[in-house]
Nanobody
Framework: QVQLVESGGGLVQAGGSLRLSCAAS????????MGWFRQAPGKEREFVAA????????RYADSVKGRFTISRDNAKNTVYLQMNSLKSEDTADYYC????????????????WGQGTQVSVSS
């Protein structure tokens, strides 16, 4: 019921910032938990951040805590990932996901995924 399209990726220098967007459509978006994942070359998919349907609860991977901020604007059907103080280790394809609960989204068990956007951080 949810369609997701990521955007905002690009090439940035270490220490810089990017804001990723995930545009969602579908009747269930406003009551969906949304998450961001990433997959770096040669590595497995990694959970990055998640946010509750209302935006009142967030979860972050330890590797990005304090640097990344997930938010959502339900009026625009969009979820954001503000990435500050970027490191070379953040280089990856970033994917947006939607699901009913944190227990489904955080382990990567949600049923809806976008096609991804590339983030490359040079050092």
């Amino acid at each position: 019921q949810v369609q997701l399209v990521e955007s905002g990726g690009g090439l940035v220098q270490a220490g810089g910032s990017l804001r990723l967007s995930c545009a969602a459509s579908g009747r269930t978006y406003s009551r969906s938990v949304m998450g961001w994942f990433r997959q770096a070359p040669g590595k497995e998919r990694e959970f990055v951040a998640a946010i509750s349907d209302s935006g009142g609860t967030t979860r972050y991977a330890d590797s990005v805590k304090g640097r990344f901020t997930i938010s959502r604007d339900n009026a625009k059907n969009t979820v954001y990932l503000q990435m500050n103080s970027l490191k070379s280790e953040d280089t990856a394809d970033y994917y947006c996901s939607a699901g009913d609960t944190f227990l489904k989204v955080i382990p990567g068990r949600s049923g809806y995924w976008g096609q991804g956007t590339q983030v490359s951080v040079s050092s």
